[in-house]
């Protein structure tokens, strides 16, 4: 008799119950998150017209990942994880209920809203390596690809949701009514914790945090799979910014769709995000994960080609569906990889360095890209972006080969 292994179906997580718990209130925390950033900005027009202040609610909500990232991995490692995510939630939800209220008794300033509004992603930042760190412990390696996808799905189906939705709360009730859902949105996950029993022991090797962090980079660095993958990480995110940078601008001045055709395009990535989802666990059963990468980035170079040249709807909708999957299934592989090879005691610090990678490759890629754009015009920009992801991912394979190795045990 012949053994088949047969391999976790693309929703096989969810049938673990706790993580589904935690999944389905995740994406109601997401939604709420994203409902607040709209919210925020709309707030501050209403307040000021400088342009300067509507681009520091941007800045405070990302600047806290920038500078806490790998803090946060190391408080995931060293501290309770359970006692982290309620802790987190808990501050999260406060000042979020705060700005509410300020908002709501027309107190509000540009000054407060900035300051919660960086108190708020100070919150989230410290929550999203513990989260990270979690998901293996969760639904284990078997399942680890899948919950992957799923988690991007959650942040991609609440980022595709909360337009609609900020925009009916502030035209019933004003921003204050974004806050104030932001704020209840975290009350899943702090019940869902509260019924976590963590199976991994905090780190208690290092005395201070920045001696944890110290050792967290000493162990990716002694890796060169981990290596490889993290930079490959990077360079991806920078080359798929290209996309992100100029969206708006073909939908409205190539495409001439209005908010709701902008909704539709946007829902081709999201759906092949969900395909890509669906057929990862096939390809990666079949191929290595350099191939897998490899395929999933021609994927996305012939879907922003073929945007690069569309004139009708639902030609860009086609071309941003395999845009979705190429970008899921390169990203989704490369961190499953990276992630597989954590033991649960560094987990936190290394997740968190590999998504400073991430941050850190789409902001440049932004600023570049926008510039490529202005010199260039849309159409080459794209095309351009198409040719470098290609080259990017045909060079890494050679130089940066990702490969599943044994890491090493450092002591810290």
């Known amino acids: 008799m012949t053994n088949v292994i047969v391999n976790p179906g693309p929703w096989s997580p969810l049938r673990i119950q706790l993580y589904r718990s935690l999944w389905i209130a995740g994406l109601v925390s997401n939604i709420g998150t994203f409902t607040h950033l709209l919210g925020a900005g709309w707030s501050m027009t209403t307040m000021s017209r400088w342009p300067t202040l509507s681009g520091l609610v941007q800045a405070a909500w990302a600047v ?4 806490l990232a790998l803090h946060a991995g190391a408080f995931a490692d060293r501290f309770d994880r359970r006692r982290l995510i309620i802790a987190t939630q808990l501050a999260a939800l406060a000042v979020a209920a705060v700005l509410g209220a300020i908002q709501l008794a027309d107190q509000m300033t540009p000054a407060l809203l900035l300051v919660g509004t960086f108190l708020e992603s100070i919150a989230l930042t410290m929550a ?92 990716v660095s002694a890796s060169r799979g981990l290596l490889h993958a993290a930079a490959q990480l990077a360079l ?68 922003i080609a073929l945007f690069a040249g569309a004139s009708q709807m639902w030609v860009g909708t086609v071309a941003l569906f395999l845009c979705g999957a190429g970008s899921m299934g390169a990203l989704s592989t490369l961190f499953s990889n990276y992630t597989v090879q954590l033991p649960n005691w560094v987990r936190g610090r290394a997740s968190a360095l590999a998504m400073l990678m991430v941050w850190l490759g789409v902001t440049t890629g932004a600023l570049v890209w926008g510039t490529v754009a202005s010199a260039t015009g849309l159409r080459e920009m794209l095309l351009i972006a198409g040719a470098c992801n290609l080259a990017v991912v045909t060079i890494s394979s050679r130089l940066l080969p990702v490969t599943v190795a044994p890491v090493p045990e450092l002591d810290g």
């Open 64 to 67: 806290p990942g920038f500078l």
């Open 128 to 219: 999203a390596p513990v989260f990270m760190a979690l998901t293996p412990e969760l639904v284990g390696q078997r399942h680890l690809v899948q919950a992957i996808g799923l988690d991007a799905i959650s942040r991609n189906a609440a980022q595709a949701l909360a337009p609609a939705l900020a925009g009916a709360l502030i035209g019933a009730a004003g921003p204050g009514a974004v806050f104030l859902f932001n704020a209840v949105s975290f009350v899943g996950v702090v019940v869902v914790a509260r019924t976590y029993c963590p199976t991994g022991k905090p780190d208690v090797r290092d005395a201070t945090a920045g001696s944890a962090i110290r050792t967290g980079l000493r162990f």
């Open 236 to 303: 991806l995110s920078a080359v798929g910014a290209a996309l992100a940078a100029v969206l708006p601008l073909v939908a409205r001045d190539r495409l001439h769709v209005g908010p709701a055709g902008f909704g539709l395009l946007s829902a081709g990535l999201g759906v092949g995000s969900v395909v890509a989802v669906w057929a990862l666990p096939r390809i990666r059963a079949a191929s290595f994960p350099a191939r897998a990468v490899m395929a999933a980035s021609v994927t996305w170079s012939a879907g």
